[in-house]
């Protein structure tokens, strides 16, 4: 059954796109950035989405370099006529980390600007309408385009880069446990045991409920292969409760830079480039026709993936929230260096 505040957005927004046969896109207002932004860091705090930096490039997008943002912008979901506001700014221009909720705010972690790779974690709540920053115990590396998700109370972090270059990909996996938090000592990043298969960035990373337990599946991503070439990966592995990693039924095709969502019992990757244009993306230009629209679900019960129909838009790197009993997807890229405003709840069909 849907909640109320979702079936009141859903009013509000009566523009509601749905194709396939497994969930419905309900638009949001866009958000109020010229050109949008990927990269950002997004999560919920008290039913309030907030969209922070991220990176742009302004128009002419092939004449132009990348430019990072500051602003933290934040939508009140459950008000009558949702609107955006611009509620403070981050602590440098800064995109790519990853970003976890939790029931204090958002867990953000790495990150870059045009300059370097941050190893900074803080967390980022509201306080009387404003944006706060309190930092968190930095993380053991520089990290950007890194993947994490909940289990528990730890958070988890893993693949992502240490550097500017893609060869700088790292299959380490970290852990914090956030129950800590109010123990410095206790409240310290620890390394686990790796996942099975090579290093890469521009993975997804997602929790599954499985019965009384949860499980964590990685999916994708892309890395540099032996002979220096750029592989788009299809594998998926999965972390059970029990810390033991293992290999389960592959991707139809490649994905990364993509989004996945655990929704009515099974993972939705809604997001990703399966590698097949990316060689011709500075020939094609405003010709490239974006990305893939086939939404992707895994069924865990049976190992299996399906074709699960056509997303309204693909939107690459940007990281979906969970909110309510779907998830949000803001911003994002919807091809190579053109960014997006949209703001879609994806919630299931009924």
Known sequence: MRTAATLTLLFLFSNVSTKGNDLTWTPLPDLPSELGVAGPYNGVVENTLIVAGGANFPLPVWKSDK?????VYALTLNDSKPAWEKVGKLL?????GTTISVKDGIV?????????????????TLEKGKSKISPLPSFPTPIVYATSAMMGEHIYVTGGQTGPELET??????RIDWSKRDNP??????????????????????????????????????????????????DVCRLGSDQRWSRVADLPKPNAAGTAAFVDGKIYVVAGADGSLFKKSDKLKDNHPGFPKTI????????????????????????SVPWKNGFLLPSGEVR??????NVWLVSPER
């Open 336 to 341: 190579p260096r053109v960014r997006t405003k």
């Open 185 to 234: 000592a206790e409240f310290q990043w620890e390394k686990t045991k790796p996942y099975p298969g090579p290093a890469r960035a521009f993975s997804s990373f997602v929790k599954v409920k499985e019965g009384e337990t949860s499980a964590l599946y990685l999916i994708g991503g892309r890395r540099v292969d032996q002979s220096g070439e750029i592989e788009f990966r299809k």
């Open 108 to 124: 953000c972690i790495g990150g870059n600007d045009a300059e370097k790779v941050y190893a900074d974690s803080f967390l980022l």
């Open 92 to 96: 440098r221009p800064l995109g790519y």
């Open 296 to 319: 992707l679900s895994y069924d865990p019960t049976k190992d299996e993936w399906s074709d699960a129909g056509e997303m309204s838009a693909n939107q690459v790197t940007t990281e």
């Open 67 to 71: 430019v990072w943002h500051d602003t």
């Open 169 to 174: 990909a790292t299959k380490a996996v970290y």
